[in-house]
């Protein structure tokens, strides 16, 4: 299921997020009974909890993601977006044996994405130090590459009189 659920997450607003509809699925339940039990309990959820897309970000996701539009069988109102700890928030909401396995599920692909991108941000640094040590090694080296990439100097013109022989 973790494997799943990670497609599901998007980068919205340098947040990673799940949408309503999404969780919705998930849990079973329709996306309007997951939203009315989070007003319910909104001071449960604050603005890096959980929060509304704007139209442009809702346009855009429907546009890579293919969703329907409002006016085909879509949603009336713009779509709510959960990070990680709103997802975790919603386990206290929603009491159903299936929502906290939904919940770990989604707590465990969160946490590998965030694996994901720390291993992929440690490779960079490593490649960083390996380059300036490299560099600093074999300056010479490439100083010497360079000078035989670099463009021959033109020749230069002769001053004075020539005769044509």
């Not at 309503?20 to 989070?38: H, M, Q, W």
């Not at 779509?79 to 929603?94: D, K």
């Amino acid at each position: 299921m973790p494997d799943s659920i990670a497609s599901l997450i998007l980068s919205v607003r340098e947040h990673k997020v799940l949408l309503d509809s999404d969780l919705a699925t998930l849990y079973g339940v329709e996306t309007k009974a997951l939203n009315r039990a989070v007003k319910r309990n909104l001071d449960r959820f604050p603005e890096d909890f959980m929060f509304q897309l704007s139209r442009e970000e809702a346009d855009s996701l429907r546009f890579q993601s293919g969703t329907s539009n409002t006016g085909r069988g879509g949603r009336r109102y713009l779509p709510y977006a959960f990070t990680q700890e709103g997802v975790a928030m919603l386990s206290s909401v929603l009491h159903s044996p299936r929502a906290v396995a939904v919940n770990i599920g989604i707590m465990r692909a969160f946490i590998r994405i965030r694996q994901m991108a720390l291993s992929v941000e440690e490779l960079a640094r490593k490649v960083g130090v390996l380059e300036n040590h490299y560099d600093e090694q074999f300056k010479f080296v490439f100083d010497a590459i360079r000078q035989l990439l670099a463009p021959p100097d033109p020749p230069r013109k002769r001053i004075g009189f020539h005769s044509e022989d």
